[in-house]
């Protein structure tokens, strides 16, 4: 049985009892009420029919008869029987009353009287008979009056009132199961959506979070939980992963110094020759430093130990230092800078974040854009737009495969044609985590031998990332 079906069976038995209890009581009450207003007419008629008897001077008894049946005909087999104090009969409808009866009458004995004249008032139940005793005064005088009857009216509306009873919890009972469904369906529709989201998590993507709307209740903690622990394996994988790598990229370069360094030491050299040997150890070692840096940051990206402070940054002024930098490193390459607009000149533009960090960002993607160009151009084209900032850096190189686009931020990847060229497939990965970090992210469109655009979307200054 799975927990839905469990939560709906849960709800129907704790709102059924609820609904039985309610329907009862109106049952209960509607009775209550039913005999209350019966028993009110059997004592409004005893009254009556005592005062027009002490007052009968000008009524024979056959009129007083017929008065009496005329008065009161909602209910059948009924009878008015009227006593002095010493329980002597003066007044009973008797047979008259009830032509038709079914079953002799309801016996009156001395000892009911005396119950009335000692109570004051007795109710009578007999069958489906119902009745009072009352004792009336009246000018000056002391009766005892029985009077009792079968309530025909009360008895038709028990019956409707039954049956619209029994339609409505029917109904109402129905209605509860529909309720179950549609109460129990909400009731896992988070855990449903928890498990969806669960499931499009995979090893590729295990940087996923899942969503937590309510911290506070057990759904939220549940998720926050769930979280938590993919934290743990995110950093255990990232560990084991991070060593794995970097071992492996570390590897390369070391080699090369080695064997340089073994090379020179097997004969002697001219002061040229070690000249050109320290020339290449320098090149190894710079790219071997850079490698180390390169590593050292995106480990403390990916341990969330990247502490940033905050602050508004002329976005123009980091990308005209991230070409500067990158032509000062390069004199080969060129960078054009442009805008969507006529102005020649970018638009100024603050954004809030660390300035170092976008201009290590920006400086990873226009060396890209150059490094695998023939003709070592990138171009940036700068547009301002109402809620962000996107920055695109256009190359004509080699372009990176369909195929490839999804490893793109992956950490040491390199596409199969760009296994050639010098780099260790730090720098994208870096650019992307730095890129997230200020609220911003990225986009790729390439093409084969054709170029590749990369453009970075940065909320501007107005619309604050928290």
């Not at 009129?63 to 059948?76: A, C, G, K, M, N």
């Not at 008015?80 to 079953?103: C, H, M, T, W």
């Not at 009352?134 to 009056?145: D, N, R, S, T």
């Amino acid at each position: 049985m799975n927990l839905r079906t469990r939560l709906s069976l849960t709800f129907i038995a704790v709102v059924s009892p609820v609904l039985l209890l309610f329907l009862g009581n109106f049952y209960s009450y509607f009775e209550l009420s039913k005999q209350e207003e019966f028993l009110i007419k059997l004592k409004n008629r005893a009254i009556t029919m005592t005062h027009l008897l002490v007052e009968k001077r000008s009524i024979n008894e056959s009129l007083l008869r017929r008065i009496d049946e005329d008065t009161y005909t909602s209910y059948s087999d009924r009878r008015v029987a009227i006593f002095d104090q010493r329980n002597q009969l003066l007044y009973d409808s008797g047979e008259l009353d009830n032509p038709g009866k079914i079953g002799p009458s309801f016996p009156i004995t001395t000892t009911l009287l005396n119950e009335i004249g000692q109570q004051h008032e007795v109710a009578i139940k007999d069958g489906k008979r119902s009745g009072v005793g009352l004792l009336i005064h009246h000018q000056g005088q002391v009766f005892k009056v029985v009077s009792y009857g079968i309530d025909d009216y009360g008895i038709q509306k028990t019956k409707e009132a039954i049956f619209v009873s029994g339609a409505s919890f029917v109904v109402a009972f129905l209605l509860v199961i529909a309720l179950s469904r549609l109460f129990a369906r909400r009731s896992i529709k988070p855990i449903a959506n928890m498990m969806h989201q669960i499931d499009q998590i995979t090893v590729s993507n295990l940087d996923t979070r899942l969503a937590i709307t309510n911290e506070q209740d057990e759904i939220g903690r549940l998720a926050l939980a769930f979280n938590q622990m993919l934290d743990r394996i995110s950093a255990f994988e990232l560990q084991r992963s991070f060593v794995s790598n970097a071992s492996h990229e570390l590897r390369t370069p070391l080699t090369l110094l080695t064997n340089q360094i073994e090379v020179a030491l097997i004969k002697a050299r001219s002061v040229e020759e070690y000249k050109q040997l320290l020339i290449s150890l320098l090149e190894d070692i710079n790219q071997l430093n850079a490698l180390s840096n390169g590593l050292l940051e995106l480990a403390q990206f990916d341990a969330k130990q990247i502490h940033v402070a905050w602050s508004p940054v002329e976005l123009d002024g980091v990308l005209y230092e991230a070409v500067a930098a990158v032509l000062q490193k390069n004199p080969t390459y060129s960078v054009t800078l442009a805008t969507d607009s006529s102005e020649e000149s970018l638009p100024s533009i603050q954004v809030e974040g660390e300035e170092s960090l976008l201009k290590t960002a920006f400086i990873n993607l226009i060396e890209n854009g150059c490094k695998f160009s023939s003709d070592h151009h990138a171009r940036l084209i700068v547009q301002l737009r109402e809620t962000d900032v996107k920055v695109d850096i256009e190359d004509k190189g080699i372009g990176i495969a369909d195929s490839d686009l999804i490893y793109v931020f992956q950490p040491f990847y390199r596409s199969a044609n760009a296994r050639t060229i010098k780099g260790n497939g730090i720098g994208l990965s870096l650019t992307e985590k730095i890129i997230k970090l200020h609220g911003g992210s990225m986009s790729i469109q390439s093409a084969l031998n054709e170029g590749t655009t990369f453009s970075v979307y940065l909320p501007h200054q107005a619309h604050k990332i928290g």
